[in-house]
C-alpha cells in the first residue's frame, strides 16, 4: 500500500502538525442512544456531548439524524474505540477515511482515542489492548499519530487505558510514555481520571504519581466513569457510578491541571439522565470549588 | 518482525487461541498472579463479542434463551472472528453461520429469524434516500406509465425465508409464546425497507414478489403488469400492478421514478 500517496500533499512537507490547543467547552456527558429523547425534547443543562465515533460511523437512519439533531444544539467531541493507534498492522485507511467523512459531517470541537490497539493480522479483538512502554512502541506510535493526524487534517487527542498486565520489557513508566508522544507527535491528552486510578491499583503506584508525571499543557479532557472493584484488581467496566476515591483523584487532577472539559463517561447499566446529570454537575461543583471562578 | 509486533502478535493469540506463551513477558501484579490479569482479557473478549451478537439479534436471544443462546455465541465468535473495526458488522455473518454449520444448520429457523434480523437491523442504519409520493407519479401522463420505471428505497431489501420465523419473530416481539418451528412448502417472500426511522417487513404475494424483483431490475411498468398476467387473473394484472405500485409508494419503499 503506498501511504504517502495517501496523505494531502502539503502534509508530507510540513512534517508533525501543530495547532491550536481545543477550547474549554464545560462539563458535559457521553451521549447514548437511551437518552436521546429526553435530550431532544429537554434540553438538559449539559454543556457539550461526546459521541462514540464508529456509532455514527453507518450508512445513515435514526442514528446519524439524531446525532445532527443534537449536534445543532450542544457542541460534540468525537471519541473513538477503534483507531488501534499503536497496532502495529498496517494502517486502516478505509477506517480513517470513515472518520474523517464523520468528522466533516459532525465537525467535533476535537477527535479522540485510547493509546492502545485493537488487534493484528486482520482481526480485531474490541478492546482497548495494553502496550509495551519501550522505545521501538514509542516511536512506532508517534509515526502512526503523525500519519493519522495528517490524513485527518487535525491534530487528535489520546487517552491513557485501564490496564491490567504489564509487560516486563517496558523501559519507561505510562506516564512517561504518554508525556513523550503528545510532545514529539503533538497530539493532546485526554485524562481518565478512573482509568488511572485503576491503572495505579491494579500496578501497585501511586496515581499522583502518575498525575504529576504528566504535562500540565497537553491535557485537553477528563473522563470521570466507575469500576469493578474484584478485591486484587479493578475491573475497567463503566456501569456504576463515580466512585469517591476517583472524585479524590479528579480533585488533585483539577489542581494540576486547572480548567479542562469535563465529562461523565457510562457506558453500561445506563442510569436515568436526571442520575448522571447529577454526576455531571458534581463536576461543575467540585471544579468550582477547586479553582474558584476560573473554572466557568 | 520487530519485538513489539511479535508481542502483539502473542498477546492476540493468547486471547484468541488461549495460548499461554504470552504470560512469559508479562508480570504478576502486587496482589494477583498473571494468569488471572490476562484472563480479563480473555473472557472480555468472549462477553463483549457476545453482548454486541445479543444487541443486534435480541428475538434470537430471546427464542433460544441465555444458555442456548451463549452457546451458540461462543461458537460463531470462534468460527468468525471480527475482522472489522466497527463491531456494528460483527454480527453481519450470523445467518450464514447458523445456515451452514451443524448442529444449527438442522433447525433452519435459526438461520432464517437471524436473517429477518440482520435485514430490520440493515434497514435502521441504511443509506438515507428520497422518498416517492403518489404525487410524483401522478404527475406522469397516463399514456407514459408503461414506460415508467422505479428506483427501490436504499434501506429495501428482499429475502425469501423457508420457515414460519416471521410469525416467530412476530410473537416474540409482542412478547408472547410463539408457533412451534415449521418448514413451508413455499417460501415466503419478504420486503424489509425503512418508513422514516423504524425498519419493518411484510409478506409478499408471490407475483407482487416478482414484480418487485424485476422493478428493482428496471423492467418498465407496462412489462411488468405483462409479467403479472402470466401469474393469474390476466385481465386484471394492470390493476393489480397499480395496487402493488401504490402499496409500495405510499410504504415509503421507492426512492424515484423515470421513464
Redesign the interface.
Known sequence: MNVASRLPETSRKDGPRQSAKPPFLGFGLGLRHQHYDEILSGNPPIDWFEVIS??Y?????????TLDNIRARYPVVMHGV?L?IA??APP?FE?LQALKDLAHRVEPKWVSDHLC???????????L?P??Y?Q??LD?VVSRVQLVQDFLGRAIVLENVST??????SEMTEWEFLSELSRRAGCWLLFDVNNVYVSAF???YDPLTFLSGIPADRVVQFHMAGHSHMG??I?DTHDHPVCEDVWELYAAALKRFGRVSTMIERDDNIPPLDELIVEVNRTRAMAEQVLGPAAR | M????R???D??RG??AADDSVLA???D????K?E???G??RY??GS??IE?LRNDHELLHAYLGDEMFDEMGHAYVKAR????????W?SQGLPDFLRSCAPYSDHPVLADLAALEKALND??????GAVLTLADVAAFEPEIWKDLTFTAH??AARLDLVTNAPAIWRALKADETPPDAAMLDEPTRILVW?QD?TPLFRELPPDEAMMWDEAARGVPFGVLCSMLATYDDPDNAAARGAGYLHGWVTGGCLSGVST
Request: hydrophobic share 30%.
Open positions: 464508529e456509532n460511523m453507518v450508512p445513515g437512519g435514526q442514528p446519524l439524524r477503534s488501534s497496532s502495529t486502516n477506517y490497539w485493537t488487534g493484528v493480522h486482520g482481526k480485531n479483538l474490541h478492546d489492548l502496550i509495551p519501550t521501538e512502541a512506532h491490567y498486565v504489564q509487560f516486563n520489557n491494579n500496578h501497585g486484587t484488581h475491573i | 520487530s519485538d513489539f509486533a508481542q502483539q502478535a498477546f492476540q486471547i484468541l513477558e508479562i508480570l501484579s502486587p496482589k494477583e498473571r488471572t490479569l490476562f480479563v482479557y472480555a473478549y463483549r463479542l454486541a472472528p471480527s475482522e472489522n473495526p466497527n463491531m456494528r460483527f434497514a435502521f442504519d441504511g443509506r438515507d436504499p434501506t425503512r426511522n
